[in-house]
C-alpha cells in the first residue's frame, strides 16, 4: 500500500521543495538553529487517523534531529481535541515543515474519514466500498492506502492492473464492426491469464449481454437501483456486479441494498474533505 521508502522520500522531497522548505525566510529570520521548541499535532474534528508516519517521514526530512513521537496510530478514530503526535527539536525546522506534514496529514485522514462514513452507511449489506483512479497525480499510492485504512477497498492501481472495458472502448471498436463478444475476447488474447476482464454497461439488458459474452465483472454504470437490481437478478450467477456513477452518502445503502457486490466511488478520493488538524506549539525545550 504505502511505497517504499524511496519512493516516499521522493514524494515528500517534491512536496517540500514546492513550499521551498529550505529557504523559509520567516523561521530562519526568527530563529537561530539552537533555539528548540515542542510542539502537539491535534485533531480539531472527530474521524478516522490516516498518514501520521508520512507526516512523520516529512518532519524526518526536513531535519533528521526532530523527535516525532506517535501517541496514535493510523486506523484509530479520533475525537475534537486529541493530541496525535508530539515533534520536538528545532523551532524552525518544526515550524518549516509544519505546513507540508499537515497537508498529508489532512488529505489523508480525510480520505479514511469519508471512506468510513460510506462503509458505515451500508453495514448490515454484503456489499464493499471501493475506490477508483481518481486520485492526486503522484499521490495515488497515498490515497489508495487511505481508502484502506478507512475499511474500502481498493479498485485497480493503474491501468496494468485489470481489463476494464469502458463506453469509448466499446464505441471505438464497435464502429469498425466488432461484436462485444470479440472485444473481450481481443483482451483475452492480449491481457495475462491472471487479470480480470470488466464490462462497463449503462442498461439492463447491456448487463446481461456482457455477462453472457464473459465478463467477469460488469459495471453498471449510473444506474437507478431498481435497474440494478433486476441485472443482479439476471447475472449475479455469472459473474461480480459492480456499482459506479452517482453513488452518494444519501443513496449508497439503496444501492447496497440491489444487491451489487461492490460500489466504487470517485469521491472518495477526488473530492474529501480535509480533516481539520493543527501543530500548537507547547513549550520551549532546553
Known sequence: MIPNPGELDAIIDRALAEDAVGSDVTSLSLFSASVE??????????GILAGLHIAAAVFNRVNPDLKFVHRLQDG???TTGQSLATVSGSIA???SGERTALNFLQRMSGIATLTDLYVSAIAGTTASIADTRKTVPGLRMLDKYSVHIGGGRNHRMNLSDGV???DNHIAAL?????TLEQVIKKTRSY??????VEVEVESVQGAISAA?????IVMLDNMHPDDMRSAVVQISDQCIVEASGGVTLENVSEVARSGVDIISIGALTHSPPALDIS???EAKTT
Not at 491481457?191 to 480480470?196: E, Y
Not at 453472457?212 to 467477469?216: E, N
Open 37 to 46: 521548541a515542542k510542539a502537539s499535532i491535534v485533531v480539531k474534528q472527530s
Open 76 to 78: 484509530d478514530r479520533l
Open 93 to 95: 525546522s518544526i515550524l
Open 164 to 166: 476494464l472495458i469502458k
Open 174 to 178: 464497435r464502429n469498425e464492426g466488432n
Open 191 to 196: 491481457a495475462p491469464h491472471t487479470l480480470k
Open 212 to 216: 453472457s459474452a464473459g465478463a467477469d
Open 279 to 281: 501543530l500548537n506549539y
